[in-house]
């Protein structure tokens, strides 16, 4: 009997636990408000490349977030990347020159919005839209573009190598060879 209420003890405390992390990733993906003031306004912007940019991730300023990005899509005439931002009401002072940039937490890790501040008295209002964008840079990208150098720059090394190992014709003299040193 006590091995019996032992089990149905243990699977309570499994259970609780279960429940706890599903509250727990319920609460985290759906945080609908940005700050505590419960106002926001939606500002927008284009990107050339948005890399793994994704919908959720963080808009910072000086490393503190201040919204989220809120959707993205494509612009049917330009086929630029749209990113649409949902910024904290209470941050209604950031100036309308300022530029974005798709930045990497870490060497791998996920990307999110930098925003750096113009100096523009103008604030940024709902619906702006932010011209001076920078796109993610992407990893694979670099690699490419360093390997494509790397390759270009290899057939000239290789042929100055191939230079330098044939041997050159000895200048002829009309007189006797010198004798070798020993």
Do not use: H, W
């Not at 927008?44 to 959707?71: C, D, H, M, P």
């Not at 791998?108 to 113009?118: A, D, R």
């Not at 992407?138 to 330098?164: C, D, R, W, Y």
Request: aromatic fraction near 6%; glycine fraction near 10%.
């Amino acid at each position: 009997m006590q091995s019996r209420s032992l089990e149905l003890l243990v699977g309570f405390f499994v259970c609780l636990g279960i429940a706890a992390v599903f509250v727990l990733t319920f609460r985290v993906a759906s945080l609908d408000s940005v700050g505590d003031s419960g106002s926001s306004y939606t500002i927008t912007a284009k990107f050339e490349n948005t890399g793994s940019l994704a919908r959720g991730a963080s808009v910072k300023l000086s490393g503190v977030r201040i919204g989220r990005v809120r959707e993205i899509g494509i612009d049917p005439e330009t086929f630029q990347a749209v990113v649409s931002m949902e910024i904290d009401g209470s941050r209604n002072n950031i100036p309308s020159d300022s530029n974005l940039k798709i930045l990497t937490a870490g060497l791998l890790g996920e990307q999110y919005i930098g925003l750096e501040p113009g100096g523009d008295p103008e604030p940024l209002k709902n619906g702006s839209e932010i011209a001076f964008t920078q796109s993610a840079l992407v990893l694979e990208n670099l690699i490419g573009q360093f390997l494509t150098s790397f390759t270009q720059k290899e057939p000239s090394a290789a042929k100055k190598s191939e230079e330098s190992a044939e041997p050159k014709a000895a200048p002829k003299s009309d007189g006797p060879a010198p004798a070798p040193a020993k």
